[in-house]
């Protein structure tokens, strides 16, 4: 035995006693804090189905890829999306640099807490806030703003921190996917700057698999060296349409696995699904107002209603908080 | 012991004891095709001391992030770059649908193999050949066409493949990076689409890590399924001061080395290496006409002037071909 064939043969030793034993105790935990049922297995089929060798469905390695919506999917987008709480809260803290906020909406409607005031300055409105509070700051800034908020802010709701309104048995999925040699990516109408900062301790989703909207960048050259500049122009709008539009950009492969729970991922979940082979569409359904929040059709955020009618059609599992999930938040 | 005891005893004597031989024979074999000297020594000497645990200029795995340009700098760009050799050729081919194009600039210049009417033909003549050559086609059947022409597309002057005029020593820092848990990216100028059919089976580099320049898609819903459609405008242009802004975008991390080889990389090598802390940056400087091509400040393809001059200032190698590589493509 010469020293390559050593090495080859410690190596197949040790990784497949470890690959045997890791299978079999997977088999026992697999996705814990689902209930039994047709949505907990049709998971592990479909896993299974693209992950045996030599099965019809077999999918290689670089190709199993799995992406999922964020607000809602992964975490609570109720009362108000998180990213909406964060802005508002940097209005709150840039307030004393603007003395003529309080009387020029919208600035005013967010600084007296009337969400009825600021609903009524429209789009407007909103792109005001979201301009002052995401742009004109380098992308260091922006990030360290955006991690000390995050380390705090809490769901009014709840008074919960945010990071702790994620969703286990989602985050289960992910790991299972990762286990399963996926590559998982978080897909979301939300700004991709304002997600890059915490998915990674939060869901374990590391910064270059996070796709989402975007402002234009400038690289500028300072005094104290290069930095980009985060410009008051939107980039690329990560919803609908445009979600497929991103995984193209960002992946340059098409998924075989989405998860979403809006209108704005029907196109992620169509394109993903109707796509040759095994393939895997997953909605997750808020109908659960007693551990988190009940909404659908009517809902301001996250509004499920096109994609609600067309789940069955589409073979699209409608996934029910209420019944699928034993639990919905991290115990810690 | 456990079970789980077990598994991490074996795995620990699998991985230690392959860890330990691979890193023995990887010092005898790390860039075989380079000359020793200081570039190479640079290298093996910044991968060192970023992958040294507990010394001063440890780099943890995640924050491993290598950026690569692709033309003139992992393979040939001359007498033209590949891309635009690639759209010359698909004129030809699209022709006889066209045959207005016989007397119709920019078209007819093409067709006549006349290269000063082409370059008389300026930016908008070009323009016309980009957008007929590279969008009004889904992206399926883009990456159909590059793929199919890839596979025969050789270099005017030598008569090799182009993907045979890739240069071995990179190829070998790609790998030694890879080996030594950096994340490795392809950053160019050229379509983002036209390189990713190509670059894992080429560099080892999956479509996921390749960042380029775009043009908008456009998600749309046919008969025959959802398709993206690419469209007759700009998106990106991933170019010069764009290369950091094509970094933060699709990576979201700043990286610790970047190889370039013309002015159009001068500002990702400044972004790269005037980060805080022990950072690479490389300049391929094509002097050997002898085996490749000798060009620098006066080149139409990959001009290199004023990187060149602040080379030295900024910490950058200058790596010569002629003298720093032992061989340039790769032996078959």
Excluded: C
């Excluded at 890829?65 to 987008?77: V, Y």
């Excluded at 300072?222 to 122009?233: H, I, K, S, Y």
């Excluded at 796509?275 to 997953?282: F, H, N, Y």
């Amino acid at each position: 035995m010469n020293r390559h064939q050593f090495v080859s043969t410690v190596a197949a030793i040790g990784f497949g006693a470890f690959a045997a034993i890791s299978a079999a105790h997977a088999q026992e935990d697999t996705l814990p804090s689902w209930n039994d049922g047709a949505n907990k297995q049709a998971i592990i089929d479909f896993v299974t189905a693209v992950t045996t060798e030599g099965g019809a469905d077999f999918v290689a390695v670089g190709d199993r890829i799995a992406t999922f919506d964020n607000d809602g999917t992964l975490w609570s987008e109720q009362p108000m999306y998180v990213q909406l709480a964060f802005a508002l809260d940097e209005i709150k803290a840039m307030a004393p640099d603007h003395p003529e906020w309080k009387t020029t909406e919208p600035y005013k409607s967010v600084l007296d807490g009337n969400m009825s005031g600021l609903v009524a300055s429209g789009k407007e409105g909103l792109e005001k806030i979201i301009a002052v509070t995401h742009t004109g700051m380098t992308t260091d800034q922006f990030e360290q703003t955006v991690s000390a908020w995050i380390a705090t802010a809490k769901n009014p709701k709840t008074d919960k921190l945010d990071t702790e309104m994620i969703f286990e048995p989602m985050v289960e999925v992910i790991d299972y996917l990762k286990a399963n040699d996926f590559d998982v990516y978080i897909v979301s109408g939300g700004g991709i700057e304002f997600m890059r900062p915490w998915t990674e301790k939060t869901y374990g989703i590391p910064p270059e698999n996070v796709v989402g909207s975007s402002v234009k960048l400038k690289y500028e050259v300072t005094d104290n060296g290069p930095v980009l500049m985060r410009e008051a122009e939107i980039d690329f709008i990560d919803d609908g349409p445009g979600k497929p539009v991103g995984i193209q950009k960002f992946i340059g492969k098409r998924p075989i696995a989405a998860f979403g729970n809006s209108d704005g991922d029907y196109q992620m979940l169509q394109w993903t699904t109707t796509a040759p082979g095994k393939r895997l569409g997953m909605i997750v359904h808020h109908d659960d107002a007693a551990r988190e929040f009940a909404y659908d059709r009517d809902s301001h955020f996250g509004k499920l209603d096109k994609a609600m009618d067309d789940a069955s059609k589409e073979g699209w599992h409608l996934i029910s908080m209420k019944d699928d999930w034993k639990q919905i938040f991290p115990s810690n």
